[in-house]
Structures are given as C-alpha cells and as structure tokens.
C-alpha cells in the first residue's frame, strides 16, 4: 500500500510539473466560470423578467382602482365620454376578457443559477387568463427556434458533455505511458499490482480535478452572489459538488477501462474519445429515438383539428348547451331576456367551458401519451449515464420537466378559481342590468371596483422546495462500479498473456 501511495503522489507531482496539463486545466476551469457566468445571466434576466411582470400586475391594479373610483364619482366626465365598455377595467366584462393582468410565477430555487437546462423552453412565468388556459399552454421565450434547438452554453452543459473529455485526456496516459516505456516489468518485480495502481493512479488525478472544480464553481457563486451565502446556497452548492463528483468518478472508470486494454496513449485518446461519443451521443440519442418508437405523441395537426371541429360543435349548439348551463345555475338564469338575446360577453366563459369539455377526451388522449413517453424516459435513465446526471443536475436547480408539470398543475387550480370569480361576477351583473339598465356602465350592472378580491395566485410550499435527483441516480455509481470491475478484470488478462 506504501507504493501505491508513493506512486500515486510521484505521478501527481509530474502532473503539475507538465504544461499541458496545467493549460489544459486552466482552460476547463475557465469554460467553466464561463458557463457559470452564462447561467447566471439567464437567471438574472429571468428574475428581472419576474419583478417587471410582478410590476406590471400591481402597477394595473393600482390603475384600475383610480380610474374606478373617479369614474363611479362622476360618470359624466369629458375625459370618460368615449369609454368602451370592452376595453375598460371598470366594466366587468372588459376586465375579465382584457384589462384583467394577473401572473403566475414558479419560484426561484437556491440552485436555479448552476444550470439552465430547459428553462428556455419551459418559462419560470405566464400570464393567466379567465376564459381559458390557452395563455399557458402557448407560453415560451420569443426567440428564434434555431437557437431554442441548439440550447445554451452554461455551467450543466459544461460538466455533463466537456468536463469528460478533460477527465478522458487526463487520464489517459495512466499505465498507457509505462508500456510505452517498458516501466511495467519494473513495477511488476516491485511486486506492484497493476490493477490497483491503475484505479489509484486514474481516481487520484480524477478526484484532484474535480475538486478543483467544485472549488473553482463554489467560490466564483459565493462572492458574485450568484449563490446566496445562507443555509440553502451551501446545500445547493453541497448537492450540486456530489453529483459532479459522482459523475467525474464514472469517468474516471470509462477512463480506467480504456487503458486497462490499450497499449499506447495515442490507441487509448481514440479509444477514450470514441467512448465519450458513444456515452455522450450515440446512448441518449438512442434512448429518445426508442422512447419515441415505445410512446409516441399524437401529431400535433391532429389536436388542432379536433380543436377546429369542437369549436364548430359548440357555436352549432349554442343555444342547448346554454340552456343546460342556466338550468344547473337556475340563480343566475335571466327573468325576460330570452336565451337566444344574452349577450355573447355574458356567455363567453361559458363557452369556453363547452369548449374545453369537448376537447376533453383529445386532451386526455394527449396527456396520457406524454404521461407514457414521461415514464418510459424515466425507466430508461439507467441505462444511459449521461442522462442520468443532466437530469440530476437539472433536478437540483429545479428546471427539470416535472417540476414544470406541477408549476402548470397549480397554475390550472389558480385559473378555474379565476374563471368561476369573473363567471359569477359576470352573470350577477348580467342580472343586475337585466333589473334596472344603465345607459353607461354603473355599479348595480357591469360597474366593476372590487379589484382587490380577484384571486391571485400563490405558488405552494412544495413547489418552493428543492427537488432530489431520487433513487435513480443511484444507477450511476453502479456503472461505475462494474466499469472499475471491468478494467480490473482486463488488466489481468493482459498482464496473463504476457502484456
């Protein structure tokens, strides 16, 4: 064990002493501030995006409540003779289906700068309106679709795909550069076991590294304040730093592997690379193409068309479906005005309703086919580690898809209780005006001031709470394990034929 030690810190020493190593290094660590920085820009953007749009919705309300109590004091005012019912925050109607500016916003977690992942296709916040989720469900960055599909350069995208390929060049020349230069026999008479020496040799220049990195990373987030120096910044940081760890290890065991059967350092790079391809590109690629054979997704023409026919469904049975929906509210059913005279702005959410219980059998077809691509995605982690630690990375920072699913889940919760408001509301004031007509809008009809009361939406604790990588990740450090096994196994197979 003496000579492994001995071994392993003469090999770290000639490390430093070599130039490219250190160039090397030093350029990994600056690719790597490098998408530290580019994380935490987006981050900033987004937050600043958060504030303006948590900015604006006050900033109507605040409006809305000053031109209603001016309004309502005196309606015969000059500056309010060309107000359009439709495009006013003081007629219920024209509030509900345009003035109304209410946002719903996924929070934040401690982590969130340390990767980006799908955030760019998967926005932190949207709009939410009345009548239907449709806002929601087209929310994304205006941006060109060239660069949505390439993804951004940031700090995940660094440690998952070009932190290997640092690692693999690392390493290797362990044992490779000793058969080059008939050291081997010399270490064997030593009584030096090559598998052993293999693993410390690749894990110690592995380990060091990653340190490195972990410290580089943490350091640069802590003083710019891309991490907060409280409680969860360090957890964030600490979860962040094992799963890179882990990752480098698994690496450092692809590498360990490699040189275990090749003979020259210049057969162990092309080897080592061609690994890196296959884990890196040729696996996940092959686990999405098999998860689109296993569960495929109806063609989005397919949806649109059945939105087609069930919007046309609905205007043809206007009349009946309206009538089914005043005999389940008989409060709220008009006293003269017939159905086929209520105002299509008093019936709109209730169309929107029909709408929606017509598209409910495509939308269900829908979601249980993504539900069905999500799970076996899920199940097929394992079998590719790359996958395993974006996910995991991706999970820690909280931009990963399931947390998205729930954010819209909460946000569709927030959004029916907003319709019911503005429904009742609305046909309250459809009676109201049925009752005693205004000339011009006033309360008693459509005269809207109660800005405050509408519901606004508050994200839950568990969506505040920062995601765990869970039980899969723990298929990492198995590949690990076997590929470690592996390159054991090999050295002594090449040492038995005389290698």
């Known amino acids: 064990m003496n000579q492994i030690f001995t071994l392993i810190r003469y090999d770290l020493r000639s490390q430093l002493r070599e130039r490219g190593t250190l160039f090397l290094l030093?350029?990994?660590?600056?690719?790597?501030?490098?998408?530290?920085?580019?994380?935490?820009?987006?981050e900033s953007t987004q937050r600043r995006a958060v504030a303006d749009a948590a900015s604006q919705e006050s900033t109507a309300r605040v409006k809305a409540n000053a031109l209603a109590n001016s309004y309502f004091d005196n309606p015969d005012k000059p500056e309010f003779a060309h107000l359009q019912w439709y495009r006013t925050p003081i007629d219920v109607r024209g509030y509900a289906f345009r003035e109304h500016v209410g946002f719903a916003v996924k929070p934040a977690l401690p982590g969130a700068a340390l990767a980006i992942g799908q955030a760019?296709?998967?926005?932190?916040?949207?709009?939410?309106?009345?009548?239907?989720?449709?806002?929601?469900?087209?929310?994304?960055?205006?941006?060109?679709?060239?660069?949505?599909?390439?993804?951004?350069?940031?700090?995940?995208?660094?440690?998952?795909?070009?932190?290997?390929?640092?690692?693999?060049?690392?390493?290797?020349?362990?044992?490779?550069?000793?058969?080059?230069?008939?050291?081997?026999?010399?270490?064997?008479?030593?009584?030096?076991?090559?598998?052993?020496?293999?693993?410390?040799?690749?894990?110690?220049?592995?380990?060091?590294?990653s340190v490195a990195l972990v410290a580089a990373c943490?350091?640069?987030?802590?003083?710019?304040?891309?991490?907060?120096?409280?409680?969860?910044?360090?957890?964030?940081?600490?979860?962040?730093?094992?799963?890179?760890?882990?990752?480098?290890?698994?690496?450092?065991?692809?590498?360990?592997?490699?040189c275990a059967v090749c003979h020259s350092r210049m057969t162990a790079s092309f080897a080592a690379f061609g690994c890196w391809i296959l884990l890196a590109v040729l696996l996940p690629g092959a686990q999405t193409a098999a998860v689109r054979l296993l569960a495929p997704v109806p063609a989005r023409e397919l949806y649109v068309q059945a939105m087609r026919d069930a919007n046309d469904e609905v205007n043809a049975n206007k009349l009946a479906s309206?009538?089914?929906?005043?005999?389940?509210?008989?409060?709220?059913?008009?006293?003269?005005?017939?159905?086929?005279?209520?105002?299509?702005?008093?019936?709109?959410?209730?169309?929107?309703?029909?709408?929606?219980?017509?598209?409910?059998?495509?939308?269900?077809?829908?979601?249980?086919?993504?539900?069905?691509?999500?799970?076996w995605f899920d199940s097929l982690q394992i079998f590719s580690p790359v996958t395993l630690a974006y996910q995991s990375l991706a999970t820690l920072a909280g931009k990963d898809k399931a947390r998205q699913q729930h954010f819209l889940a909460e946000v569709a919760q927030h959004q029916a209780q907003l319709r019911d408001f503005f429904q009742r509301a609305i046909q309250e004031?459809?009676?109201?005006?049925?009752?005693?007509?205004?000339?011009?809008?006033?309360?008693?009809?459509?005269?809207?001031?109660?800005?405050?009361?509408?519901?606004?939406?508050?994200?839950?604790?568990?969506?505040?709470?920062?995601?765990?990588?869970?039980?899969?990740?723990?298929?990492?450090?198995?590949?690990?394990?076997?590929l470690l096994v592996l390159a054991v196994l090999l050295t002594g197979v090449r040492r038995g034929k005389g290698h």
């Not at 060049?169 to 270490?187: F, H, N, W």
């Not at 943490?218 to 962040?240: H, I, K, Y």
């Not at 990740?473 to 394990?481: C, I, S």
Request: aromatic share 8%; charged share 20%; glycine share 8%.
């Open 322 to 375: 309206l009538a089914r929906f005043y005999d389940s509210h008989p409060e709220w059913k008009p006293n003269r005005t017939s159905l086929d005279k209520v105002s299509s702005s008093v019936s709109r959410i209730q169309r929107a309703q029909e709408l929606e219980a017509a598209m409910r059998g495509v939308e269900r077809h829908h979601a249980e086919a993504r539900q069905k691509q999500d799970r």
């Open 218 to 258: 943490g350091m640069a987030a802590l003083l710019s304040g891309t991490l907060a120096v409280s409680a969860d910044g360090f957890a964030a940081l600490a979860a962040w730093g094992g799963v890179v760890l882990l990752y480098s290890v698994f690496w450092g065991a692809v590498a360990a592997a490699v």
């Open 120 to 209: 760019d296709l998967l926005p932190a916040y949207v709009r939410v309106r009345a009548e239907s989720m449709e806002s929601v469900r087209t929310a994304s960055e205006i941006e060109h679709p060239g660069r949505l599909a390439a993804g951004r350069f940031d700090l995940l995208f660094f440690v998952v795909y070009l932190w290997p390929l640092f690692l693999l060049a690392l390493s290797v020349s362990v044992l490779t550069q000793d058969r080059e230069s008939k050291r081997i026999r010399a270490l064997l008479l030593q009584g030096v076991g090559l598998g052993r020496l293999l693993l410390a040799q690749i894990m110690a220049r592995v380990l060091l590294a």
């Open 429 to 482: 004031a459809a009676l109201g005006d049925e009752r005693q007509p205004c000339a011009k809008t006033c309360l008693g009809g459509y005269g809207f001031r109660d800005f405050d009361s509408v519901p606004r939406f508050r994200a839950s604790m568990a969506l505040a709470e920062a995601g765990t990588p869970g039980t899969r990740l723990a298929a990492l450090p198995a590949w690990t394990l076997a």
């Open 26 to 42: 030093l350029a990994a660590l600056l690719l790597a501030l490098l998408g530290l920085f580019e994380s935490a820009r987006f």
